[in-house]
Nanobody
Framework: QLQLVESGGGLVQPGGSLRLSCAASGFTLDRYALGWFRQAPGKEREGVSCLSSSDDSTYYADSVKGRFTISRDNTKNTLYLRMNSLKPEDTAVYYC???????????????????????WGQGTQVTVSS
């Protein structure tokens, strides 16, 4: 079965850390451009961080730059998002996604319409609150 399965979300206090995981089955992640997206209640889904399939370059939204780190472990076929110094405004459902189409820059991967992506995870809730 071809799927992405996320884990690692939860409730954390402001300033805390979480690591999200996105495990792929049925296909190999290193052949795909990858992204982490989030959607807060009443807001549109936004690209948080993306990873290029061609050179492993990364992109981060300004709101998470310096706090979040995207990475991939090819031996485990898993994508990660390390989130440090979490803020209440980081509260959202986080999704991972895989894309095998053309792109120009790593930032463009995060800007591609969600309907162009090949696979999406089911989402994991991250809540930052004291």
């Amino acid at each position: 079965q071809l799927q992405l399965v996320e884990s690692g979300g939860g409730l954390v206090q402001p300033g805390g850390s979480l690591r999200l995981s996105c495990a792929a089955s049925g296909f190999t992640l290193d052949r795909y451009a990858l992204g982490w997206f989030r959607q807060a209640p009443g807001k549109e889904r936004e690209g948080v961080s993306c990873l290029s399939s061609s050179d492993d370059s990364t992109y981060y939204a300004d709101s998470v730059k310096g706090r979040f780190t995207i990475s991939r472990d090819n031996t485990k076929n898993t994508l990660y998002l390390r989130m440090n110094s979490l803020k209440p405004e980081d509260t959202a459902v986080y999704y991972c996604a895989a894309y095998q189409g053309p792109f120009t820059t790593v930032q463009a991967i995060c800007d591609i319409s969600q309907y162009e992506y090949d696979y999406w995870g089911q989402g994991t809730q991250v809540t930052v609150s004291s």
